[in-house]
């Protein structure tokens, strides 16, 4: 698979997460004041779409990502240190982005988070078919148990889905 055509072409490029939407509107929806919700988006992509959408929600959101071609307010690697200051999110998203990270920063990432913040996950589960992984390098595909290990520093305030 050419996986930068079909990150440039396919909805996953274009359309935000409609899981994430759901999430974002049952939980931040109500807000008084949209702009003082911060977000973390890790991982943006070419043409961060989670990013935009949350935006035009009237939302504060960071984007990350250390591809070249992606659209990001931050150019860096998830693993660096001190990217950002303690309890600086009210929220952080991962839509497949960390389980293509060997070692994730999880502590870090929980540091991060705000009094009572929420950590929204979507990874590949052990299940998942590995055809599309084509290309994409490391790729962690975990059972549940795998995944509260790895997460276990803020289980809970994990926010999680599976596809």
């Known amino acids: 698979m050419n ?3 079909h990150l440039a072409t396919n ?3 274009i359309w935000p997460s409609e ?3 759901r999430f974002i509107g049952r939980t931040y929806g109500n807000a008084p004041d949209r702009s003082k919700v911060r977000f973390l988006d890790i991982g943006s992509g070419k043409h961060a779409p989670n990013t935009h959408a949350l935006t035009l929600m009237g939302y504060d959101v960071i984007a990350i990502d250390f ?5 990001a307010h931050e150019r860096a690697d998830i693993r660096a240190s001190m990217l950002f200051e303690p309890e ?3 929220c952080v998203l991962d839509i497949n982005t960390l389980c293509h990270v060997p070692d994730p920063p999880i502590a870090e990432i929980h540091k991060w988070l705000k009094p009572g913040g929420k950590f929204y996950s979507i990874a590949p589960h052990i299940n998942t078919s590995r055809g599309h992984l ?3 390098g490391y790729c962690r ?8 290990q790895l997460l276990a520093p803020f289980w809970d305030n994990l926010v999680s889905g599976f596809i």
């Open 88 to 90: 600086t999110f009210d």
């Open 19 to 21: 899981p994430l939407m």
């Open 3 to 5: 996986w930068p055509l």
């Open 141 to 148: 595909c975990a059972a549940w148990h795998g995944i509260q």
């Open 11 to 13: 909805r996953q490029a």
């Open 67 to 71: 591809a070249p071609g992606a659209l």
């Open 134 to 136: 084509e290309g994409k």
